[in-house]
């Protein structure tokens, strides 16, 4: 048997669409350890006599990440076990996720969905989430297997990604500019990528900077050069890289925490109050768990009117500042224009 720390590598989408594929598959709904130990992306890593904790929190993600793309996925509580955390059942029920049967498209609708389907990469179910259904049903569940055209493995846009992804299977270190957040130059960086991994839908490069053995993670859609290589490698991590990335990451989200009220019945209150962690002060106040601040305020900024930051100082002045810019430049097209 594989064990948790040589398990082969399984991209993350490829991990995230079997779970779906698997939740799909069933009306009864899975339990956590029946996911962790037949689900591809979980199952390599899963040891029935071994501790499994890390992977169980890697599956809390995984359905965080999976519910912010609109999937819906149920909870199932066993009647006379409350409270019974391994005995509950997860599902996606299959009448919120599929269209309803009365919709149709024409000839130019589908054509569009064709373009759209080349993000996708296969042109059929994999071997592995075959091999995921027939390990279901082994089970002795009955399961409904989805009709799918394709199997969904969706293309990353960040150019980054790939020489990213390369450079780590090879242990090479790289070179690339990366552009801050207020700077206008971006600084050339020399790192040994470690991992990349996916939190709240956006890709990150864990990485060590070689010269100072500083641990350090980046946002690939800062880094606005080609990732070159320096013809320099690294020693390969014994540890799980991307494991220790996802927590470091969490750990920031959950010491960052803003405080915004937010008009009710706008769409920043129904985007807002669903996202992960969010809470509520006894005055009302909205509260945000956040990693990257300039990501929140741009956020935030789009909402316009219907949010008012209150903490932190830093956030409101982020917000203030592109506010004024907006204003500013509309403003200045106004007067272009002879109407300001």
Known sequence: MVGQGSAPRVPVEERLFSL?????????????GQILSTVQGYRQRFSPNRDNANLERQFE??????????????????????????????????????????????????????????????????????????????????TVEPVLAYAPRVRVRDAAFEPLRVAIDKHHIVRFGYLKPGE??????????????????????????????????????RIVTEVSATGKSFAASTDDEAERGLR????????????????????????????RGAGMT???????????????????????????????????EAVRTRLSAVAAAHTGA???DGHG
């Not at 995984?62 to 005995?87: F, M, S, Y």
């Not at 609708?109 to 049903?137: C, H, P, Q």
């Not at 470091?248 to 996202?275: F, I, N, P, Y």
């Not at 006894?282 to 956020?299: F, M, P, Q, R, S």
Request: hydrophobic share 40%; with cysteine.
């Open 61 to 142: 993600r995984d359905k965080d990440d999976i519910r912010e793309l609109g999937v819906p996925i149920e909870t199932l509580e066993p009647l006379g076990q409350a409270g019974n955390n391994q005995n509950l059942r997860y599902r996606i029920p299959r009448g919120e996720y599929e269209l309803p049967r009365d919709i149709s498209f024409t000839a130019e609708e589908t054509a569009l969905l064709g373009l759209a389907a080349m993000v996708w990469r296969e042109g059929s179910l994999s071997d592995e989430s075959r091999r995921a259904i027939i390990k279901l049903k082994a089970l002795g569940m009955e």
């Open 248 to 275: 470091e990451l969490d750990e920031v989200w959950a010491s960052h925490l803003a405080q915004v009220r937010v008009e009710e019945g706008t769409d920043a209150a129904t985007r807002l109050h669903k996202q």
């Open 334 to 336: 106004a007067g272009e």
């Open 184 to 221: 206008s130059d971006a600084g050339v960086r020399t790192v040994a990528p470690l991992a990349l991994v996916q939190f709240q839908g956006r890709w990150h490069c864990c990485a060590v900077e070689p010269d100072t053995g500083e641990r350090k993670t980046f946002l690939l859609r």
């Open 282 to 316: 006894k005055d009302g106040t909205l509260l945000l768990h956040y990693v990257d601040l300039n990501i929140l305020a741009d956020e935030l900024t789009g909402y316009g009117p219907e949010v008012v930051v209150v903490s932190p100082p830093e956030l409101v």
């Open 20 to 32: 779906v594929l698997a939740l799909l598959a069933t009306d009864q709904g899975l339990t956590k």
